[in-house]
């Protein structure tokens, strides 16, 4: 994982994870239990208002259990009339959804600035990317029910030869 | 599973919604096959993120790419709490979005999109201007080698 699909499963700012390591003396590693680990510490941190050291020691009690837990007390005071219960379940699941966004949508952007298409005509560039302009041309003339016809057909080809190879 | 039995459920379930991604540009012309389904949803309505989470939860929707079997909650909460949710359902893959990168949220989306008729159903697309803004500011490779197709596209329909 880099750095930044680490920042986007734990749900939380890429800076603050760096600058809260440092605080914490951490070494910030870029993975998917320190993402969880981290979006722990981000929602105690700076959704509830604990301290930063606070926050890090509840999330690593409230982690470390069994993960069929749906609940977890990760603290209380001694006369146990205030606790802070961490519901691990509704947790997961934010986790588990960012996560995935991370690894799929994610993925790594290319450096530097965009190439500007705009300079030359959007054929001329097609032409010179292999673009088969024929190709275009003739799914112009079908209308959108057809088109999106073919692409149900063509993409339930697709997931066929991929179950078949799978 | 497939794109139909998606976008049929989405409508007969009333979800405010535009597709966005690869089936917009499908339907605009271009020849790249998808195997998702992207949505931009009004994430505004309280109405329609219940709609659109029970829908999912009814698909028993679960985060792509992630090993089966852990806990997820498909549900509002849910919802609200990720802006973008890459799922696989057992009507197919979706991501939902509650806005687009270079467009904007639900309101722009549709500002920016057109109503067509296709696999049965009526549905919104995003327009060909916005999917070229939307694909340049995700900036990821993909995205970009997907523009000389589309740029192709939007000067041969002028």
């Known amino acids: 994982m880099t750095a930044h699909q680490t920042a986007v499963a734990a749900g939380a700012d890429l800076k603050w994870i760096v600058n809260s390591a440092a605080l914490l003396g951490r070494r910030v590693r870029y993975n998917r239990q320190q993402a969880r680990w981290w979006g722990l510490v981000w929602l105690l941190n700076e959704q509830l208002g604990l301290s930063l050291k606070s926050a890090a020691a509840i999330s690593t009690v409230a982690l470390r259990g069994d993960s069929s837990s749906t609940q977890v007390i990760a603290g209380a005071d001694p006369s146990g009339s205030a606790s802070l219960i961490v519901d691990l379940a509704r947790y997961e699941s934010i986790f588990l959804a960012n996560l995935s966004r991370a690894l799929v949508h994610e993925t790594p952007r290319r450096r530097g600035r965009p190439p500007r298409l705009g300079l030359k005509s959007g054929l001329t560039t097609a032409r010179h990317y292999g673009v088969d302009l024929g190709l275009i041309q003739s799914a112009i003339r079908r209308t959108p029910a057809e088109r999106l016809a073919l692409l149900e057909k063509n993409a339930a080809f697709v997931r066929d030869m991929r179950r078949r190879t799978a | ?158």
Not at chain 2, 113 to 121: F, H, P, Q, T, W
């Open chain 2, 1 to 158: 599973m497939s794109f139909a039995s998606m976008l049929s459920g989405l409508t007969k379930k009333k979800v405010r919604f535009v597709v966005v991604g690869g089936v917009a540009a499908a339907a605009h012309g271009s020849s790249r096959v998808t195997n998702d389904l992207d949505i931009c949803y009004d994430a505004e309505a309280v109405a329609n993120i219940a709609a659109l989470a029970s829908l999912l939860a009814g698909w028993h929707a679960y985060p792509r790419g992630i090993d089966k079997g852990l806990p997820f909650i498909m549900d509002g909460r849910t919802l609200r709490n990720a802006p973008i949710l890459t799922l696989t359902t057992s009507e197919g893959d979706i991501d939902v979005m509650d806005r687009i990168a270079g467009v904007g949220p639900y309101d722009a989306v549709r500002r920016h999109s057109e109503r067509i008729s296709a696999l049965g159903v009526r549905f919104r697309v995003l327009d060909l201007p916005s999917l070229i803004k939307a694909k340049r500011a995700a900036g990821r490779p993909r995205d970009f080698d997907h523009l000389p197709e589309l740029e192709a596209l939007l000067a041969l329909r002028k």
